[in-house]
């Protein structure tokens, strides 16, 4: 339960994300947020990697799974706060964190023949049910919001997956650095053009700097850990509990009104996590591959 407990705690930093976008500057656009908190976050990655003596140098580098990590890493960046600037923090999370389970069993499905059972397919019905109630009553959704969002969901299983190849021989922070910095070097085109931005003013350098070393690297290092002993469709719904984070965020942070609806959903979320953890193809105690 040591890969549930990481994965959690990476989802509750995930889940500060919107709520310290909405509390920035209004001079940082989603391209910047998204591009710097990946640059700053393979930043501390590769500091934390060499000080353990696991620096992604040190091991090779095949191309296959640098390129589909690094892709879902970037793509999961810049969709996402794209999506949550056009449609809303609230609907984005729900489609992003909707789509993402899905797509982590099909993909443990076809990659490594684990069909889902009852335990996990229980777990994301109960889960999917419980993110979708609380963004009920939304009242403005927009199309290429909701399309943006599902892309940044498809892009998040895909990281998971390129990680989990890569820790077959290395360790996880030396794979996740490895995958987290080919992220950061497709967005680096649009890192440095918003590079003004980011350095205009004292909010913005703290909003940047805490989205990056908080909620990627130390999120990252945390979800690696959890990659390395729970199968990525475990991985993936535990990670549902990000946005019931962001709804907590929302209440007490941005003072958004509570609903029945949204007390509900944060409850059945949290039954739905326990069931899927109570997968037995998690196998505690031998990693995942």
């Given at each position: 339960?040591w ?93 992003t ?21 009852r335990h ?10 419980g ?14 919001g ?14 998971g997956?390129a ?103 944060i ?19 031998s990693p995942?591959?």
């Open positions: 339960m890969g549930v407990a990481a994965v959690a705690l990476a989802a509750v930093l995930a889940g500060t994300i919107g709520t310290a976008a909405q509390l920035g500057p209004d001079e940082l656009s989603p391209v910047a947020v998204a591009s710097w908190r990946s640059l700053l976050g393979v930043v501390g990655l590769l500091a934390v990697s060499m000080l353990r003596q696991q620096a992604p140098w040190r091991y090779r580098l095949p191309v296959r799974w640098v390129v589909l990590g690094g892709l879902g890493a970037a793509v999961s960046q810049l969709a996402f706060f794209v999506a949550a600037d056009r449609t809303g923090v609230a609907v984005a999370t729900l489609v964190m909707g789509a993402a389970p899905l797509v982590a069993g099909l993909m443990d499905w076809l990659a490594a023949g684990q069909r889902p059972n996990w397919l229980g777990g994301v019905a109960m889960a999917l049910t993110v979708v109630l609380p963004s009920s009553g939304a009242m403005q959704v927009v199309g290429s909701v399309a943006l969002a599902v892309l940044a969901g498809c892009g998040i299983p895909c990281q997956f990680v989990q190849k890569l820790m077959m021989d290395r360790p996880p922070l030396a794979a996740m650095a490895t995958v987290v910095g080919g992220g950061a070097m497709a967005l680096l085109p649009a890192a440095l053009p918003a590079a003004g931005s980011v350095l205009g003013s004292a909010a913005s350098v703290v909003t940047v700097v805490y989205l990056g070393l908080v909620t990627a690297t130390l999120a990252h290092i945390l979800f690696g850990f959890g990659l390395k002993w729970l199968p990525l469709r475990v991985v993936v719904v535990v990670g549902l509990l990000e946005p019931v984070v962001a709804a907590t965020l929302a209440l007490t942070v941005l003072a958004e009104p509570a609903t029945a609806a949204l007390l509900t959903g409850c059945l979320v949290m039954a739905g996590i326990a069931v899927a953890a109570m997968d037995p193809g998690a196998n505690p105690g995942s591959r």
